[in-house]
């Protein structure tokens, strides 16, 4: 009897080992399916405010209202779910207590207002949010502290609360994954050395634990590609980072910095230039929309033209299918 029982739990315990592989293996071949937007420059300055809010309203308004254009590898689909806004820097011009303070409301404090993002927000900051007053240093550096403890605050809440996975402390460089997709935000740029121990080797590391077998990656940075914006990293730098996102399946790669929505390309990578987020000389305010579905991503500009949420798709647009 009692070898009975031990052949029966043994029995048992076979099939639940071999139901728990199944559902691994499945979750593993699983297809990202993932809508999100990623935004760039907002740079928030003295009151009163303009225009800040009017990117938040426009993207509260996308579900359910946005269609994928003929120019997408989606045409005719509506967005019925966004996951998340993830920022490519310059969330600041100056990060002033009053700056602050409105940015949090638009962006980081879920509300029944119109005017407060709805979705989780990612922030990423660039050479504004660091050096805001590069001519004067002892404000530059207190501003810089500033920006820094309203970085940490955020980043911590969102350990406590699990949305992030791994976090870099020198540069606040941070990494997530959500549906099947693998987001690694590395703020200015990778390598940069200017406020911080380099996060190339924590790059290195955490693509090593969370990307294998070949699932998707995001990475989202400031600096960007165009003639302009590579100027302000080194060389080495970029190569560097480039050896180590080269095994990995790196689906979308995000900047800002240039105030110019654009498609780049770096050693084969296609890099999105994200616009900046009010109307300024390079033309309406927009950000991007991108989805990743299987081996798949489109990318598109998005522009908002009022401050009720009416927006418009407009080229670059980005596609990817492999």
């Known amino acids: ?5 031990l052949l029966s739990s043994v029995g048992v315990l ?24 990623v935004a760039a420059d907002l740079h928030f300055d003295y009151l009163p405010e303009t225009d800040q809010f009017c990117h938040v309203v426009a993207i509260n308004k996308l579900p359910g209202t946005f269609v994928w254009p003929d120019s997408s590898l989606f045409a005719g689909d509506t967005l019925t779910t966004l996951s998340s806004v993830i920022i490519a820097g310059d969330i600041f011009d100056k990060p002033i207590p009053e700056a602050i303070d409105l940015c949090t409301q638009r962006y980081f404090t879920k509300g029944e207002s119109e005017r407060q993002l709805s979705v989780p927000c990612f922030p990423g900051y660039g050479n504004h949010d660091i050096n805001p007053f590069s001519k004067d240093s002892i404000a530059n550096l207190a501003g810089r502290a500033a920006a820094f403890q309203f970085m940490d605050s955020l980043l911590s809440l969102k350990q406590q609360q699990g949305e992030i996975a791994n976090l870099h402390p020198s540069s606040r460089s941070y990494s997530w994954t959500d549906g099947g997709v693998h987001f690694v935000q590395l ?11 380099s996060n190339l080797d924590w790059l290195r590391d955490d693509l090593s634990h969370y990307a294998k077998a070949g699932k998707p990656v995001v990475i989202v940075q400031h600096y960007g590609f165009d003639k302009w914006a590579i100027e302000w990293w080194p060389q080495a730098e970029r190569d560097q980072l480039f050896d180590i996102l080269e095994p990995y399946n790196v689906k979308g790669f995000f900047v800002g910095h240039t105030h110019i929505a654009s498609v780049e390309s770096y050693r084969g990578i296609p890099i999105y230039q994200v616009n900046n987020a009010w109307p300024d000389g390079s033309g309406k305010a927009s950000f991007a929309v991108a ?4 081996n798949q991503l489109s990318v598109v500009n998005c522009q908002w033209t009022d401050s009720i949420g009416t927006h418009e798709v407009t080229a670059p647009f980005l596609n990817i299918t492999e």
């Open 291 to 294: 989805r990743i579905a299987g």
């Open 14 to 37: 076979g099939t639940a080992l071999m139901l728990c592989s199944c559902e691994s293996k499945q979750e593993q071949h699983t297809a990202p399916d993932i809508t999100f937007v």
């Open 187 to 197: 703020q200015a740029y990778g390598g940069d050395t200017t406020y911080c121990e």
């Open 1 to 5: 009897m009692r070898l009975l029982n």
